[in-house]
């Protein structure tokens, strides 16, 4: 007797969801993938740390063993899942050419916080967008577990968590339907953890705790400047999702607040939410005109690009710049 195939019938904004086919289809695969992602920073960090560049972490991921090694890892599989969304949302793949600059290379080979810091916080605002638009109460839980790793590479990350805490009741009220306590899913692994590493700095000293917020209203300004991508997806949101919208301009807020503090991680974070949050099967001309703001986006990376001291150290070591 023969079966029908299930089919997934699955709408222009709504986000991946565990039904479809992953991409690679196979685990090997998606591991390949991955590994040959991160083999590139891998190398690069090899001649960085011959000519002498000492990459250094901070919070959790400064206790990791093979720091740099993790770091290329990470880069990798952040890589690897944003190929997966792109391709499986049948989205052109040269959206994504703004992180074909130095700056990747220099957050992927060498800044273990700070990519694991975008990883984290990239992937949890693409949950909770996935709540917001698609309905889908899955993705508060994703995105609360997500932040909870972003608290572990940066307790100031708490702020996201609080941030859409407070939207997810609003977006859940306005869709008309029961819901979940969503504030708590998304809010508490992330006050959870925050609590637990102030209890292990209080009790082992060398965690590298430090909550201080320190506000940088100008670096917000200066992040969103070199990110037109992130913006253009910003305009999409408030005219076709504008309950989405919250959620999605929340890292500017974090910005704002000082996190994170890095320019460099700040053009990383609002590129990679953007590209998680272009609608899936985009029409032609919004895909040509994404696709056009994402190459003057990577024209202005490279002539004015974003800088922080340990970039500026990596280019003066590594390049002689």
């Known amino acids: 007797m023969a079966v029908a195939q299930s089919t997934v019938v699955t709408g222009r904004w709504q986000r991946w969801t565990w039904a479809e086919e992953r991409w690679p289809r196979s685990v090997g695969a998606r591991w390949l993938l991955r590994i040959g992602l991160a083999l590139p920073f891998a190398g690069l960090a090899l001649f960085a740390s011959a000519r002498g560049f000492d990459a250094r972490a901070a919070g959790l991921p400064a206790l990791l063993p093979a720091g740099t090694l993790a770091c290329c890892l990470a880069t990798g599989a952040l890589l690897a899942a944003l190929a997966e969304r ?4 049948e989205v ?14 220099f957050a992927g080979s060498a800044d273990l916080t700070g990519i694991l810091t975008v990883a984290f916080l990239a992937l949890a605002l693409e949950a909770f967008v996935q709540f917001a638009v698609a309905g889908q109460t899955e993705g508060a839980f994703r995105a609360g577990l997500l932040l909870a790793g972003a608290v ?14 407070l939207v997810a009741p609003f977006v859940a009220a306005e869709r008309g ?3 979940p306590a969503t504030w708590a899913v998304v809010a508490f692994p992330a006050l959870a953890t925050l ?4 209890f292990l700095d209080w009790r082992v000293t060398d965690l590298g705790f430090d909550p201080a917020v320190a506000p940088a209203f100008g670096g917000a300004l200066l992040a969103v400047a070199h990110a037109p991508l992130y913006v253009a997806v910003a305009v999409l949101f408030a005219v076709r999702r504008p309950r989405a919208l919250a959620g999605y301009l929340v890292p500017v807020l974090g910005v704002s607040l000082g996190l994170p503090a890095s320019p460099v991680t700040a053009y990383l974070l609002l590129t990679v939410v953007a590209l998680v949050a272009v609608p899936r099967s985009p029409s032609r001309r919004l895909a040509t005109f994404l696709g056009a703001v994402a190459l003057a986006q990577w024209a202005l990376a490279l002539s ?5 001291a340990a970039y500026d150290d990596w280019l003066r070591v590594v390049w002689g710049l």
Not at 304 to 308: K, N, R, T, V
């Open 86 to 89: 792109l391709i499986r949302w």
């Open 92 to 105: 052109p793949v040269r959206i994504a050419v703004p992180l074909l600059v130095p700056a990747m290379a």
């Open 152 to 165: 572990l590479c940066s307790p100031v990350a708490v702020g996201y968590a609080v941030a859409l805490g």
């Open 177 to 179: 339907r029961a819901e």
């Open 195 to 198: 609590a637990g590493w102030a």
């Open 304 to 308: 004015w690009p974003p800088g922080s």
